[in-house]
Antibody
């Protein structure tokens, strides 16, 4: 069965760039699914960041669009997230997710905590 | 922008009793092309990622106990836990999908505890 695993630095300096990668195992990324990033600040709710298809097509949350870039590497079966000009407000657990039937998020990674601090 | 609200913010229910959570969308999530409501429900336990319970407003995800059910259409939806179990203590989120361009929005969450 498909599993997702996030990786990347746990600490990013203010004004820097947050970079995360999600490795997909147990299945191909080149399926009829969109691949999602969601974040959750400590003690708060969930926020959709954006999504990418294996073709490279993307859709981003308008509130983050100016700072977000997603990419996909089909040969490595992984997809990535970059958020530029980060502030403390970007401190959160970042999840990579698969979008399944009904545009619902059916498979989640365990999440990775990213702290923005000097 | 579509805004999702949930009520109550939290509730405490006795074991074996019914728990009901409401979710309201500021715009309809019913798509006339396939008559489906793009509304999902998730359960999140402390230190864990969310888990999909319900999609298309009322379709239970594989492996989800049948004490969980979803209902509603258009803008008003309900998640019901028919007989609360200890393992159901969690925060529950609703989430909508709107297309063109695609945007996903979560509700603020409802915390369920044992009374």
């Amino acid at each position: 069965h498909v599993q997702l695993q996030e990786s990347g630095p746990g600490l990013v300096k203010p004004s820097g760039t947050l970079s995360l990668t999600c490795a997909v195992s147990g299945g191909s990324i080149s399926t009829n699914n969109w691949w999602i990033w969601v974040r959750q600040p400590p003690g708060k709710g969930l926020e959709w960041i954006g999504e990418i298809y294996h073709s490279g097509s993307t859709n981003y949350n308008p509130s983050l669009k100016s700072r977000v870039t997603m990419s996909v590497d089909n040969s490595k079966n992984q997809f990535s997230l970059k958020v530029t000009s980060v502030t403390a407000a970007d401190t959160a657990v970042y999840y990579c997710v698969r979008e399944g039937v009904g545009a619902a998020f059916d498979i989640w990674g365990q999440g990775t905590m990213v702290t923005v601090s000097s | 922008d579509i805004v999702m609200t949930q009520s109550p913010d939290s509730l405490a229910v006795s074991l074996g009793e019914r728990a009901t959570i409401n979710c309201k969308s500021s715009q309809s999530v019913l798509y006339s092309s396939n008559n489906k409501n793009y509304l999902a429900w998730y359960q999140q336990k402390p230190g864990q990622p969310p888990k999909l319970l319900i999609y298309w407003a009322s379709t239970r995800e594989s492996g989800v106990p049948d004490r969980f059910s979803g209902s509603g259409s258009g803008t008003d939806f309900t998640l019901t836990i028919s007989s609360l179990q200890a393992e159901d203590v969690a925060v529950y989120y609703c989430q909508q999908y709107s297309g063109t361009p695609p945007i996903f929005t979560f509700g603020p969450g409802t915390k369920v505890d044992i009374k």
